[in-house]
DNA sequence: ACGTCGATCTCGAAC
DNA sequence: GTTCGAGGTCGACGT
């Protein structure tokens, strides 16, 4: 970290951050150029950048949730210190793009290595995860329609949508939170296999996950069972101008 | 401005830095709840957060040219420190949200007064491209006679120009700053669509805009509409010699 | 690769 | 206040 570093000094520290590809933060008085899709100026005053470890670069002024000036990631760098200015330029490709930023003041420079493998989930429940394909089944398949949801089989648990298709075949929809394995797979087709024996008639077994792991894709294929990849973001879009209504509302006999 | 400070002293560092409305710097091993329009959590890790003087907060991982988490201007604060853990709360009312950041490590909190009255400008924004369109008509077409901009019809919205030919037929144009799509086109259809309905003879719509894209070209053609390539760069040449002219000058009528 | 669509869209202007 | 349209939209997903 550099606190009021004098210009030149300050060139090697912010090329040796970029090059080790830490996040860097640089506060200080400097004006920024842009040519691109737009092309844009702003004038001397103090400014708050941010150049992240994928080059992404932002620069923030004292207002305003959104950077008055940015560049998307994987922008290519160049910096220089010449006439007691120093010179930071970030270049894409496609689009051609570059935004230059012209310091004659730094207050401070920080290069941090974050450690950061923290996860981060927008939340959405297996429980709500169903709820949304209730009320969409659409999301599932065209012109599905809903039975019952938890339709108990004494011997094989229970299946977590229970419909029909567009055709009249029966379709169970066994739903995942989490990339769905080798496992939940099985257990859909223990949940068909019993169903076969009670409705004479086709059954169509449909796994609804975000994913679908590599070890599954076999096993699914072999049972003659299928996958439907279906997005946690999705499911709150779908939940979120419902959240107070009852399900039975949404199906046809139950 | 601290490194690696105590929670404790950094809550007053914190609390004194938004009351006096500055940029506030913090980066340090944090979590962070939201709830609101949508829900998140994200676990534990290093970030970096900036709270800017109009309330505006945002978070920043190490990668990605947005921020994880954010609050827009306005919020809120609340500082706390509890258990060995430094929270800042930051809640806005409408739509009612909150956002939580819990640390339990920081390495740096900086807190700066940004002198910042530097002007932004955008150099060829759609409206100054209208503008150059309105000075030299003949870039479009020669021989077209301005009638108004902006001929705002109650249904469809408004046009961006509104003439006539030199064969005295009406001619509405629609401009685009970046290559139209075939949103544009249907755009400019239900405006042309809305006029005939009210002015009882032929309507011309030409779409203006730097390119057209492959997807708009059929359309284009079967609706009977039209395209003129309009560069930026001309554009920008129209305008230079007029930076303050009045638009009102350049209309017949109105 | 390109087109379409959603977003905790944000932001501003018009009504 | 609300609504509507633009954005250097950005990003994800489907083709």
Redesign the interface.
């Known amino acids: 970290?550099l606190?009021s570093p004098e210009l030149q000094k300050c060139r090697d520290f912010v090329s040796s951050a970029l090059k080790q590809k830490r996040?860097l933060?640089v506060?200080g008085?400097c004006?920024v150029t842009y040519e691109g899709?737009?092309?844009?100026?702003?004038?001397?005053?103090?400014?708050?950048i941010?150049v992240?470890?994928?080059g992404?670069v932002?620069v923030?002024?004292?207002?305003?949730?959104k950077p008055?000036n940015?560049q998307?990631?994987n922008a290519q760098f160049h910096v220089s210190f010449e006439e007691g200015q120093l010179t930071i330029l970030a270049v894409r490709q496609k689009p051609p793009e570059s935004i230059k930023i012209v310091f004659r003041e730094v207050?401070?420079a920080?290069s941090?290595n974050?450690?950061?493998?923290?996860?981060?989930?927008?939340?959405v429940t297996e429980e709500q995860m169903k709820r949304a394909l209730l009320f969409e089944p659409s999301m599932i398949e065209p012109g599905l329609k809903l039975i019952a949801e938890e339709h108990h089989l004494a011997d094989a648990g229970f299946t977590d949508i229970y419909a029909e298709d567009g055709e009249g075949r029966l379709v169970v929809v066994e739903i995942k939170r989490v990339p769905a394995g080798k496992d939940a797979v099985l257990q859909l087709n223990r949940y068909i296999e019993t169903l076969k024996k009670r409705v004479n008639r086709p059954v169509r077994g449909i796994l609804a996950a975000p994913k679908l792991k590599a070890g599954a894709v076999e096993p699914l294929a072999k049972l003659g069972l299928e996958f439907k990849a279906v997005s946690l973001e999705k499911c709150?879009q779908v939940l979120?101008p419902h959240t107070g209504t009852r399900l039975t509302e949404f199906f046809n006999s139950s």
């Open positions: 970290m606190s996040v933060l506060a008085n004006t899709r737009a092309s844009s100026k702003l004038d001397w005053g103090e400014r708050v941010l992240k470890s994928d992404a932002l923030h002024r004292k207002f305003g949730h008055v940015w998307p990631p207050a401070v920080m941090l974050l450690l950061d493998e923290g996860e981060f989930a927008m939340h709150f979120k």
